[in-house]
């Protein structure tokens, strides 16, 4: 159980706008879905319109104001109407969900409402989703649900339409970067990690290791030097980083988990996705269980490589940046600033965009699954030709 309020969270304004205007409108709805990517922040959204549900005496943005009774229970952790529904083991089984509804039939202890949080909505086995779907359809009075999910195509239907879905994105890589150096990591750091996030915290958060931070610097240079040197040490470099990543741990989202169904997914989970699909509807292209904390790479794997591509891209952008006139300085990747500029020396935009395109052509392939050494040499050999050539 946390406390948050709004002004805790980075970034989703939009979404935010809307849950005061509710508030101060009218009831906030009996049931919410927060669907978007993983560690961008849907919690403590959650959390804060909890807060505010629950709170006695709102501000007048709709805030919880911090100072009730309601507001202080919950910053001691122990408020008997604001419960959080969380996976046990792999997945949220049905006694959970009797156990969590149970204390919905009666009065609210503090008076205004009751709120339950259900984390990794995706999670609840058929029947717990079943059995939370009932309560749905006739809600007690004064009870707010708020189901929180990264894989919004894994619910059923059925909860989904009960719902009222906030939608959340990415974050920008400076709220990520302002969220870690929050957190006190340090700011060479953060430089390094909030650009390859990919807008999650959590991701940014991995990456904020020293021997991330070795292998990112390690691969800047490499990419910075592409053109430059002999082609044929593309190989070596792309054996060697295999040896770098063997054992480095990473979060990585759905879209990035590999391709073959990992035993541990679930059969109803993979029914889903597969009614999605049929559907028309996105559903990702690849399935697998979730990471719990990251995943640990095995050398140069689908996971490794697309990271790598994913570095090679974003020193690229940066190198177009400074190509275009940017200050190398103002760059997300300034530390690297001497080797932006001497790229910008030798090459010119149109042929890092070329290079760019040939990153994101092996991107769009991942799904074909292709062996990663090989994929990464070809881009890498083909990044070089364009900006020798320019
Ligand atoms: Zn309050």
New binding site residues.
Partial sequence: MSYATWSDVRGHSAQIGVLQRICASAQPAHAYLFEGPDGVGKQMVAWALAARIA????TADQA?????R??HSLQRGEHPDLKVLKKDGASIRIGQVRDALKPLRFEPVLGRAKVLIVDDAHLLREEAANALLKTLEEPPSRTHFILVTSRAQLLLSTIRSRSQVVRFAELDTQDVAAVLLAEDQPADLVAMAAPLAEGSVVRGRTLCDPDWLAAIDRLVRFVLGLGAGNPLRIGDAVAGLGGTLDGLSLQISPEQQPMVAAPTASISEAKALAQAEKKGRSAPKKLASKPESGTRLKGLDRVGLSWALDVTTTVLRDAMLVATGMDPDEVPLSRHAEGLLNMRDRTHAAAIAKAIDACLATEASLVLNPNPRLALEATWLEVDRAIRHA
């Fill in positions: 709170c006695e005496a709102p919880a104001c911090g100072e009730c309601s507001c």
